[in-house]
C-alpha cells in the first residue's frame, strides 16, 4: 500500500507561481511511475503531468506545456509540481497518483491506469 500526501497549495494571483509537493509512503518510490493530476468545479479529473522512475521520462499536458516542470527526489520519496504563471483556469484540485508495482509508461495520461491517490490540494488562481 503506498499513501500519497500533498501540499503546498493555495490562493494566488494570476501570474504566480506554486510548487506542489507529494510525499509518498513506500521504500520502494523509485519505482514507481508518478502523475499529478487536477479536478475543476463541475468538470471530470484531467491528467496534467508525469515522470518516469528514473525522471528519465516527463510529460505533460497541453494545457501546461511550458509553465509546469513535474521532478521528483527519491532519496526523499517525493514527487514535485512546479507551476508558474498561472492562470485563472489552473484553478483546481490537483492530485498526486501513482502507477502500480511494474506499471508501464503506456497510457500515462488514462487515470484508471493509477493505483494510488492522495487526498489532493487545492490551488486557486485569482484574476
Known amino acids: 500500500q503506498v499513501q500519497l500526501v500533498e501540499s503546498g497549495g493555495g490562493l494566488v494571483q494570476a501570474g504566480s507561481s506554486l510548487r506542489l509537493s507529494c510525499a509518498a509512503s513506500t521504500r520502494t518510490f523509485r519505482s514507481l511511475v508518478m502523475g499529478w493530476f487536477r479536478q475543476a468545479p463541475g468538470k471530470e479529473r484531467e491528467f496534467v503531468a508525469a515522470?518516469?522512475?528514473?525522471?528519465?521520462?516527463?510529460t505533460y499536458a497541453d494545457a501546461v506545456k511550458g509553465r509546469f516542470t513535474i521532478s521528483r527526489d527519491n532519496a526523499k520519496s517525493t514527487v514535485y509540481l512546479q507551476m508558474n504563471n498561472l492562470k485563472p483556469e489552473d484553478t483546481a484540485v490537483y492530485y498526486c497518483a501513482a502507477k502500480g508495482y511494474g506499471a508501464t509508461w503506456m497510457n500515462i495520461k488514462r487515470s484508471n491506469e493509477y493505483a494510488y491517490w492522495g487526498q489532493g490540494t487545492q490551488v486557486t488562481v485569482s484574476s
Open positions: 515522470v518516469s522512475p528514473n525522471a528519465g521520462l516527463t
